[in-house]
């Protein structure tokens, strides 16, 4: 394999095979093929596309860069492992279901294996939420992460160098090259982490909006029916809902204070809204795809959830007594006239969240985890000038000045209310 030729037919419009994804990947991987080589080939992608077949080639050779967790499936006595699955969200504006639904699905005796990500661009991540409770640990090893997964029915923790490799150093050249937003390589980066757990199924929270990657409905359903294929393709049971995210999701945005919203749901203080509804229509297809029938509003009032939750977090070095960080000033955020919220630019809020100290501007950065915003104003809802948009919860009042006018200006208010959009559009798969 000559690196130069496959960028070349690629280039030109023809397809590659799959030993020449797999010897290109894994050159790159071990790094026999240097990063101009790799970034060419990634435009190339970009500009031309990949069939399917070539999109599923990418995303075997990128878990075979790596190791695959391996599970005992034989437990001791002869009875099989329980059914093991997970959950992907393609990320959103206080899009926090993980913790909710890994020990919920953990408490029903299905095991959670769950290997999340941190904040990427405007969208928080599930490891920093996490991080806010103290002491929690998000670097397991590949080793305690089968043991744990084993042990308690879940765990929450971030990529191993050892899971799908190629993937990390793509996704780093992609992020400098301007070859992120590029459907295949997308499928491949999320799937090759995602089929790499060796789970037996996985569910997809593939969102559209202004909140989400993928802006409008018809990119982000493109997004799911291939990964579903891929994933089906490799002999997994696979399904995705597409969910609304044109305004954030629960009440709450930022870390700790996203903690304190799905606490409040897993003991039974919050029995309602949309975080929930997307949480139960996620853990209802993971039951389905694990053949159990459970009614999961019932588990959730029973405590089991939470009592995993606890265990979880204790498995993982946190202390889930501990109180949660609090910011030092609240601040309600006033609308500059009246009418009704027609739209909302919901990754403003994300932004608002990074410049109140809450998210990263670079990767060194250090995170303030109590920052953020409760109780936004939807879609729909009715206010007049001087009531609160959203509360804002921060530490320092110049970051705090930049934050409120992001968040005013990601309100579009009118005289009419907007047009209603369904919270779960479609399910694929
Ligand atoms: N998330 C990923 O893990 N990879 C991508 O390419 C995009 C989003």
Redesign the pocket.
């Known amino acids: 394999m000559i690196p130069a030729q496959v960028i070349q037919r690629k280039r030109d419009g023809h397809g590659l095979t799959e030993a020449e994804i797999r010897d290109f990947i894994l050159g790159f991987t071990r790094g026999e093929i240097p990063d101009y080589q790799m970034s060419a080939l990634a435009m190339a992608v970009c500009f031309q596309g990949m069939t399917g077949e070539e999109t599923m080639s990418l995303t075997r050779a990128m878990v075979e860069s790596g190791e695959t967790i391996q599970w005992n499936r034989g437990a001791p006595g002869g009875r099989a492992l329980p059914f093991l699955a997970d959950k992907h969200s393609?990320?959103g504006i206080g899009d926090k279901t993980s913790l909710i639904l890994a020990p919920l699905m953990a408490a029903i005796g299905l095991r959670v294996p769950m290997v999340s990500?941190r904040g990427?661009g405007p969208t928080g991540g599930t490891l920093d939420k996490l991080e806010s409770i103290p002491g929690y640990r998000t670097n397991l090893s590949l080793r305690e992460v089968a043991e744990l997964t084993d042990r308690v029915g879940c765990v929450i923790t971030g990529q191993t160098a050892e899971l799908a490799p190629a993937?990390k150093k793509l996704?780093a050249l992609?992020d400098v090259t301007a070859t992120?937003s590029?459907l295949p390589?997308?499928?491949?980066?999320?799937m090759s982490?995602k089929l790499a757990e060796n789970v037996d199924g996985l569910v997809l929270d593939v969102k559209w909006g202004t909140g989400a990657?993928m802006k409008t409905r018809a990119d982000s359903l493109a997004l799911a029916r291939a990964m579903v294929e891929v994933g089906q393709r490799y002999g997994k049971k696979v399904v995705a809902l597409q969910t609304d995210m044109n305004q954030p999701l629960g009440r709450c945005i930022g870390n700790a204070l996203e903690v304190r919203e799905c606490l409040d749901i897993l003991t039974g203080k919050l029995t309602s809204g949309d975080l929930l509804d997307v949480t139960l229509a996620l853990g209802n297809e993971m039951l389905a795809l694990a053949g159990v029938k459970v009614d999961l509003r019932a588990t959730l009032a029973s405590g089991a959830a939470w009592q995993k939750f606890c265990e979880m977090v204790v498995a993982q070095g946190g202390n889930p007594a501990a109180p949660l960080l609090v910011a030092k000033y609240l601040k309600p955020i006033p609308a500059t006239k009246s009418g009704f919220v027609r739209e909302i630019a919901c990754d403003q809020f994300g932004y608002a969240v990074i410049a109140l100290g809450g998210g990263r501007q670079k990767a060194s950065d250090t995170i303030d985890f109590c920052v953020g915003f409760t109780d936004p104003k939807q879609r729909g809802d009715r206010v007049r000038a001087g009531e609160p948009l959203a509360v804002m919860h921060y530490n320092d009042a110049g970051k705090a000045a930049v934050a409120e006018q992001l968040v005013q200006q990601a309100y579009v208010i009118g005289d009419a209310p907007p047009p209603v959009l369904p919270l779960i559009v479609e399910r694929i798969g």
Do not use: E, M, N, Q
């Open positions: 393609t990320g990500g990427l993937d996704y992609r992120v590029c390589l997308i499928v491949a980066s999320i982490k990657f």
